[in-house]
């Protein structure tokens, strides 16, 4: 099978040439406020490259239908790329086979498709579900929801000062009546990678299945979930590079095919009486209705897209940016980064003495520069880190080392307005 | 309007020495206002002798926006009448939002440097929270929020 099509590889070949990568990416010459965009807001969602808006032109001007139905030839094109999209995500993440990934909304509703899935099926009251501090609101609250419903409980592994997961408090919090866990590949608001591979394999040395939250994980490493033996990993495209309103879980077939729907409807079936439905194999089971085909196809382009630079290229180059970006932060007086994990991606989070971070990011974004700020939806770490509210910097490949200075230069210009 | 002109020094300086700020030894109103998105709060205590704003006072978390607009409020409404106070409330929030024609009358006097932050729709809410919360402690309601039910971009505009 092609995995890559040639149209959608980045013109540019053996070295890491950002320029190159950056001239895909048409909203990168956008001027804001007068100045050009400094794109830092990635981890909450990152930019389109040409490559995959001609990929939903394309399916938009010459091979749109709704799919699995028709006997057409639209019908059967828009099967035939849908299909060939989720063939192409098995080998992002290298799932074992394609009907391993579910085409969903997005991370929150992959989350919330294990919840109702799985989680209300086989959570009974007292059983334990493990979550840790650093979750974003989307693997707390379907988990919290769930708790409340089955008289469940919800243990949460502890975090350093420096925003690591506390794995030996982890493993404490394991008996009899832990059912399920729920942890992030890395933290959105910190950028700490976890020790996933680790978690997941004691977890499953008591018998219990293991979700990860992969949303910050797979745009920035190669994610292989045979080797972490993951049983759920859930991830969205645009924070990838593509569209907004499609997202993946994958399963562990075994698993997928022994939980009940999480919504009913078309396509989720293979035969409907008032008496009696019968539920279609998987992933078909978990895609009712008709899903976002173009956005799934737009994904599929997307992830060509990144396996054509490498993910391991992308790693590499966000660390320079990571470090560099670090150490000029870390020779600002009065700013202190917060989340100082030994494993990061290239996000930092900061807070500067005697100015809100609101303040911040609306006279960073006078320079053009697009940060975060605020509780960057996980209010259990702001509270455990003892800080209202942070600004985040969160970084792409397509940032560059110029970029970071521009946006350390308008941190000192926050600094001269506020004194 | 861009986003660096709404920092005008008066907003800065009422930020860097906020008038009015701390708590009062006897108030007749309190409220707690809350901006969930950003988790800032803030508490406002005013003291009403019959029916004037014989003293007032706030305190809490909050951008500089926020910490002005509610420093200058204070000043602007202490030892005024309860009905003069609204009426600030309701010019207020039209102007934050854009629906108050600054070049007809009005009384917000020099509150209109914040007249900015309608185009900053992010950061109306950060103006208004005092307001809102001020408007809550006169009408006896101890908490209020910007979102939902309570969210003062929807409330009807002079609703006291």
Wanted: aromatic share 6%.
């Amino acid at each position: 099978m092609k995995l890559i099509d040639s149209a959608l590889k980045p013109e540019f070949t053996s070295m890491f040439d950002v320029e190159h990568i950056r001239a895909d990416f048409p909203i990168l010459k956008l001027q804001v406020e007068g100045k050009p965009l400094v794109y830092l807001d990635n981890a909450a969602s990152s930019q389109m490259p040409q490559q995959v808006i001609d990929r939903l032109v394309r399916y938009q001007t010459s091979e749109h239908a709704n799919i699995n139905r028709g006997v057409h030839y639209l019908s059967e094109t828009a099967t035939a790329e849908y299909e060939g999209s989720r063939r192409k995500l098995q080998h992002f993440i290298n799932a074992r086979e394609d009907r391993e990934v579910i085409f969903t909304s997005g991370t929150t509703d992959s989350i919330n498709l294990v919840m109702h899935g799985y989680g209300r099926k086989y959570i009974r009251a007292g059983d334990e579900i493990i979550l840790t501090t650093l979750e974003h609101h989307s693997n707390i609250v379907p988990w919290q929801m769930l708790a409340e419903e089955k008289g469940a409980k919800i243990r949460v592994v502890p975090i350093s000062d420096a925003g690591e997961l506390l794995v030996d408090e982890y493993k404490k919090l394991f008996n009899a009546r832990t059912k399920f866990v729920g942890v992030m590949h890395v933290s959105n608001a910190l950028g700490t990678v976890n020790p996933v591979k680790e978690m997941i394999a004691f977890a499953h040395s008591r018998g219990v299945p293991v979700l990860v939250d992969g949303a910050q994980g797979a745009p920035h490493m190669a994610v292989d979930v045979q080797d972490l033996d993951c049983d759920f990993y859930a991830f969205s495209g645009h924070k990838l590079c593509g569209p907004t309103g499609i997202g993946v879980l994958y399963g562990k077939a075994e698993l997928l095919e022994r939980m009940q729907p999480f919504k009913g409807g078309g396509d989720m079936i293979l035969s409907v009486t008032f008496e009696k439905t019968t539920y279609n194999s998987i992933p078909h089971k978990f895609e009712a209705g008709t899903p976002p085909i173009a956005a799934a196809i737009g994904l599929g382009a997307a992830v060509d897209y990144l396996s054509a630079i490498g993910l391991d290229t992308i790693s590499a180059y966000e660390l320079k940016l990571l470090n560099y970006a670090t150490e000029q932060i870390s020779n600002l007086p009065g700013v202190r980064i917060i989340g100082t994990a030994a494993r990061k991606t290239a996000v930092i989070s900061f807070v500067m003495e005697g100015v809100h971070p609101h303040d911040i990011g609306t006279l960073l974004n006078h320079e053009g520069v697009a940060v975060r700020t605020g509780h960057h939806c996980v209010q259990p770490v702001m509270l455990r880190l003892k800080v209202p509210a942070t600004t985040r910097a969160s970084f792409a490949f397509y940032n560059t080392m110029a970029e970071v200075d521009t946006f350390i230069s308008g941190i000192r210009t926050v600094q001269k307005v506020f004194t | 309007m861009n986003s660096k002109s709404l920092y005008q020094e008066v907003i800065l300086d009422h930020n860097k020495k906020p008038r009015n700020y701390g708590t009062l030894d006897k108030a007749s109103h309190h409220a707690v206002g809350h901006n969930p998105l950003c988790g800032d709060h803030l508490d406002i205590e005013l003291n009403l002798e019959g029916d004037r704003i014989d003293n007032i006072a706030f305190h809490g978390e909050s951008c500089a926006i926020c910490k002005a607009s509610a420093s200058m409020m204070t000043t602007a409404v202490k030892g005024k009448a309860r009905s003069d106070a609204e009426t600030l409330i309701k010019e207020f929030r039209e102007m934050a939002t854009g629906t108050l024609n600054l070049s007809e009358d009005h009384h917000l006097g020099r509150l209109t440097v914040f007249a900015g932050v309608r185009d900053l729709p992010t950061r109306v809410k950060c103006a208004i929270l005092p307001w809102h919360t001020l408007h809550a402690a006169l009408n006896s309601v101890t908490t209020t929020s910007t979102e939902a039910e309570d969210d003062p971009m929807h409330a009807a505009i002079g609703d006291a």
